[in-house]
């Protein structure tokens, strides 16, 4: 069958439309937010640059209650569908930029592409960044015995010989306490 280039549209970015909430973010916290609002038949928009959010830098998860092993782009594909069950409105590709108050009713949300919309209440699920140490070799061992959380990743080191935990975002008495656990000696 010939390709028709006509039927494949990017979503359309809403411009002058009024929602109950816009939750800007569609990782696991904006799509479980859009559970609640929608089932309390909220009008419900999610802005987001993805869907996923962190967990599309990871091919597995491990400590879902119930579900161990599980592929997370399966996981976030059936948080998106979930989310979309009671009508929450997905667009994605878009920058969210500025939320505006404009009186008492109503927040303006503005963002790339031209999203312009109004809603009455404004979720931020923006997630977070992993800070860096900017060290030698970091970037291209991410993933290969660089890791960004010691809870979720110390198992990977069972055995190990040495691990060095860095920073103080974990609580110090937890981190090196799981890796300890896991590898021979930890710093
Ligand atoms: C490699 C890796 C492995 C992990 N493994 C596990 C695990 O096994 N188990 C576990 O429980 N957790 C794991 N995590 C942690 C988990 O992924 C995060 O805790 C979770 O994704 C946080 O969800 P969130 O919705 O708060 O934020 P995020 O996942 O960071 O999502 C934020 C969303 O906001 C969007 N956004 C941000 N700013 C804007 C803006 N201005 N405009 C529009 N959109 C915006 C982003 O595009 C993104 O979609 C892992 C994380 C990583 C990086």
Request: charged residues 20%; contains cysteine.
């Amino acid at each position: 069958m010939p390709l028709r280039l006509s039927a494949v549209r990017a979503p359309r970015v809403p411009k002058g439309e009024e929602y109950d909430t816009v939750i800007v973010g569609a990782g696991p916290a904006g799509l479980s937010a859009a559970i609640y609002t929608t089932r309390f038949l909220m009008s419900t928009l999610i802005v987001s640059m993805d869907v996923g959010g962190q967990l599309n830098l990871t091919n597995w998860i491990d400590d879902y209650p119930g579900m161990g092993g599980l592929e997370a782009s399966k996981l976030v594909e059936s948080f998106r569908s979930h989310a979309e069950m009671f009508g929450a409105k997905i667009v994605t590709g878009v920058q969210v930029k500025s939320v505006q108050r404009l009186d008492d009713q109503w927040f303006l949300v503005r963002g790339s592409r031209g999203l312009e919309v109004k809603a009455h209440t404004v979720i931020l699920a923006v997630g977070s960044r992993r800070r860096k140490l900017g060290v030698p070799g970091e970037e291209e061992l991410a993933g290969r015995g660089v890791s960004y959380c010691s809870v979720c990743d110390a198992p990977l080191f069972k055995g190990k010989n040495a691990v060095v935990v860095v920073g103080a975002g974990t609580p110090p008495w937890k981190a090196p306490s799981s890796s300890a656990a896991t590898s021979r000696r930890s710093t």
